[in-house]
């Protein structure tokens, strides 16, 4: 049997994209908050979750250039687990690799502006 492994996050970008360079090449990490309601004792209740975002290459400096805190954004891509040593201390991570980031708003000279889908005419 063959196993999928798919993110899909809508959210907004929690602080401003962070870059750094590889030996591949630029690597771009950002948080994204995602916001889920629930129901306990009947009162309803809203947590915020963080997701740590990493893209590389060409989509990595797309999203330095174009990203910045407090914009919303979709991203598609892989969840992945990895472990690392810090001062003598094995740490553990979770991250989801971006394979697509598109915008659902731009940063404005004043402030956001909203972009809607419904106005993209598809052929």
């Known amino acids: 049997m063959r196993s999928v ?11 401003d994209p962070e870059s750094s360079e590889t ?5 771009v990490t950002f948080p994204i908050a995602t916001h889920r ?5 009947g009162e309803r209740k809203e947590v915020t979750d963080y997701h740590r975002v990493v893209a590389h ?4 400096e797309i999203c330095a250039k174009y ?15 990895r472990a690392y040593e810090k ?15 598109n915008m659902l708003t731009w940063k404005k000279k004043g402030g956001i502006e909203k972009v809607s889908l419904d106005s993209i005419p598809v052929d």
Do not use: C, F, P
Request: charged content about 30%; overall charge neutral; glycine content about 14%.
């Open 87 to 101: 001062e003598g201390e094995r740490k553990y991570i979770t991250e989801v690799r971006a394979d697509e980031v």
């Open 23 to 27: 030996k591949t090449g630029i690597r």
């Open 57 to 60: 290459g060409k989509l990595g």
């Open 37 to 41: 309601e629930y129901t306990s004792d």
């Open 67 to 81: 990203l910045s805190k407090g914009q919303g954004v979709y991203v598609e891509g892989t969840l992945l687990n």
């Open 5 to 15: 492994n798919k993110v899909i996050l809508v959210g907004h970008v929690a602080a």
